[in-house]
Structure formats: structure tokens, C-alpha cells
């Protein structure tokens, strides 16, 4: 399920060959309260039913004639939205999008707690803000400031954001739509890296990894 960004008032988007549309997996749209939002749900069940804050804003066939994408225009309201994928008319899976609250912390998850004592081994460590429940807070970026010590030292450290043009060998960056990524390389040793990740008004965290 992705929901497409709003276009600003007087323009238009523009979709080339090599390009995608502005959707994106989030239901945090401030300043769009009481405006139609466009849902795409994509699915492979015959159908999809989209709900508000658990009312139907309706239910659509989905096929290889509508590319398998259900779309509905839902006026944006706070709160949950949850797509059902239907198959006979029952109830088979479900996908859901909420409005999070302020950014109060940030997560750390590597891919691998442990690796190799190798210059040629690497451990992939999201780095996400992320509210008092735990959700992903996605329309609020920070500067991270990121601290390596121990038996490794970062690899690059950045976002997904094409108009970032910093130095994947900074020691900072500022998440896009809330996420980051470290890359830790450990510098062939066996020991442990520890990686701290640090931003204004937020809690810190950190993460060890174990080099073997």
C-alpha cells in the first residue's frame, strides 16, 4: 500500500519512462487534513477493501486488467489505514499504514551482529527515527552525528536521499524519510564494534557488533 504525495496547488507531476510516481508507505500527511489523498494497493487477491479508522471506503476488484493495483481516493484524516486483501470474500491479509507520533529516539538494526574479522566483511546497519510506540516517523529528518569506536571503522555512512551530495565518509548525516544506512567495515581483528548514534531532542542509541 503507498499513498501519493500531495501535488502542490498549480502544478502538475510528470512521470518519464525511467521515472515512478511521488508513493510513498506512510499516512503522516500534516496540512493535508480533509483532502483527497490517492491509495494505491497492490495485490495479487481478488480483491481489496480499504478502511479509515476502521470505516469502508470502499472495495475493488483487483486483476491483470487493472495491473493489480486497487486505487482509491480517501480524504486524509489522522489515524489508521488498513488495506484487507480479500479472496472469496474472506478475509486473507491485511497491510497497515498509522500516523506516528514525534520522532523520540533512534533504532539501530544491523543486518549481522556478528562478523568476520575481515577487511572484506561488512555488517549493513539501518538507522531509522522512530516514535514512543516504536513506528517509523517518515515526514521528520534529522542530523545524525554517528561515533565508531572499538575494532572497526565505517565504510560509508549515508541516505537514500538523490540530493544528498555529502561524503559517504562523513561522520553525519540527515536521514531521509527518517531512515539512514552505516556500513561497518572491522579493521581485521577479532573484537567488537561498537557504533553510537546521536541526534538533537531525541534519545541516542547504540549498537555492538562482534567480530570473529
Not at 499513498?3 to 507531476?13: C, I, K, S
Not at 542530523?143 to 553525519?172: H, L, Q, W, Y
Request: charged share 25%; with cysteine; glycine share 10%.
Amino acid at each position: 500500500m503507498a499513498v501519493h504525495a500531495p501535488v502542490p496547488d498549480g502544478q502538475t507531476e510528470t512521470v518519464s519512462m525511467w521515472g515512478w510516481p511521488d508513493e510513498r508507505q506512510s499516512w503522516n500527511w500534516k496540512g493535508s487534513e480533509g483532502k483527497n489523498l490517492s491509495v494505491a494497493v497492490y495485490s495479487n487477491y481478488s480483491s481489496v477493501r480499504l478502511e479509515l479508522n476502521g470505516k469502508e471506503i470502499g472495495t475493488k476488484p483487483v486483476s491483470s486488467e487493472t495491473k493489480l493495483t486497487a486505487t482509491f481516493e480517501v480524504p486524509y484524516k489522522v489515524g489508521e489505514l488498513k488495506a484487507i486483501g480479500l479472496k472469496d470474500g474472506k478475509e486473507i491479509g491485511s497491510k497497515i499504514l498509522k500516523t506516528t507520533g514525534v520522532a523520540s529516539k533512534i533504532r539501530l538494526t544491523p543486518d549481522r551482529t556478528t562478523i568476520n574479522a575481515s577487511r572484506n566483511d561488512l555488517s549493513y546497519v539501518m538507522v531509522e527515527l522512530a516514535d514512543d510506540s516504536g513506528n517509523l516517523v517518515s515526514d521528520s529528518d534529522l542530523s545524525v552525528k554517528f561515533t565508531i569506536t572499538g575494532d572497526g571503522e565505517p565504510a560509508a555512512i549515508g541516505t537514500a536521499n538523490p540530493m544528498d551530495m555529502r561524503s559517504f565518509k562523513s561522520k553525519t548525516c540527515t536521514t531521509f524519510r527518517g531512515r539512514g544506512l552505516v556500513i561497518l567495515r572491522p579493521t581485521g581483528k577479532a573484537g567488537e564494534i561498537i557504533l553510537t548514534a546521536e541526534a538533537k531532542g531525541v534519545a541516542a542509541s547504540v549498537t555492538k557488533i562482534e567480530v570473529k
